[in-house]
């Protein structure tokens, strides 16, 4: 087919704005997909015995430390609309939580003992406070989790520790005794997030 120079003309120009398109939404979605963020969220377990405040405290398999339950942000159907979207942090605190405690405090538990509100944030950690009533540890390392995969994230924590909110120290110290006498390390935030805790009266 025979293309005059006029129409040959035009349709490189189409071609070129239509290249330009392309690479601008690919640009765009590369773009958003960098911005996209998942933040970190999970629960200061806060309990009283004997006159003391103690902190609930977890080890899972991948480290060596001991942090507080919790994890990052995922997509999942909303229990409200069944719409996939991504959770929130408070959210994300609540099912960390609940899986990392192997069912032992319920997300309504957990509901009902927190609050959005009373939070402390330390770089990209929100952790919420839960006041809740004390517990033996050795009822929660005796719940046996069913094999299968998709029991797999109960089985993450492999040990748990009560520590005394005034027994730990501010510094370069991590080194603290739990409540059953064993010396752990703490997660390098920890120390923060207990001076903040206690500074702001959450516990």
Not at 105 to 110: F, M
Not at 153 to 176: C, I, K, P, T
């Given at each position: 087919?025979?293309?005059?120079?006029?129409?040959?003309?035009?349709?490189?120009?189409?071609?070129?704005?239509?290249?330009s398109a392309v690479c601008w939404f690919l640009s765009f979605v590369m773009l958003a997909s960098c911005q996209l963020t998942y933040a970190n969220g999970g629960m200061l377990i806060v309990s009283k015995d004997k006159g003391k405040t103690y902190l609930l405290f977890v080890?899972?398999?991948?480290?060596?430390?001991?942090?507080?339950?919790?994890?990052?942000?995922?997509?999942?159907a909303s229990l409200l609309d069944n719409k996939r979207r991504l959770e929130s942090v408070y959210e994300t605190a609540l099912r960390e939580t609940v899986e990392e405690m192997r069912g032992y405090?319920?997300?309504?538990?957990?509901l009902s003992a927190s609050s959005e509100k009373r939070v402390i944030e330390v770089d990209k950690?929100?952790?919420?406070?839960?006041?809740?009533?004390?517990?033996?540890?050795?009822?929660?390392?005796a719940i046996k989790i069913p094999s299968g995969k998709k029991w797999s994230?109960?089985?993450?924590?492999?040990?748990?520790?009560?520590?005394?909110?005034?027994?730990?120290?501010?510094?370069?110290?991590?080194?603290?005794t739990t409540l059953d006498g064993d010396v752990i390390?703490?997660?390098?935030?920890?120390?923060?997030?207990v001076e903040l805790g206690l500074s702001q009266q959450l516990f």
């Open positions: 087919m025979h293309m005059s120079p006029n129409s040959r003309s035009q349709f490189q120009f189409i071609s070129v704005r239509w290249q080890q899972t398999h991948k480290h060596e430390y001991y942090e507080f339950p919790g994890g990052r942000q995922e997509e999942g405090l319920g997300r309504q538990q957990l950690f929100k952790l919420f406070v839960a006041n809740v009533p004390f517990f033996q540890l050795n009822d929660v390392r994230v109960m089985r993450e924590v492999v040990n748990y520790a009560w520590v005394d909110v005034n027994s730990v120290e501010f510094g370069s110290n991590s080194l603290v390390t703490m997660h390098p935030i920890a120390q923060e997030v």
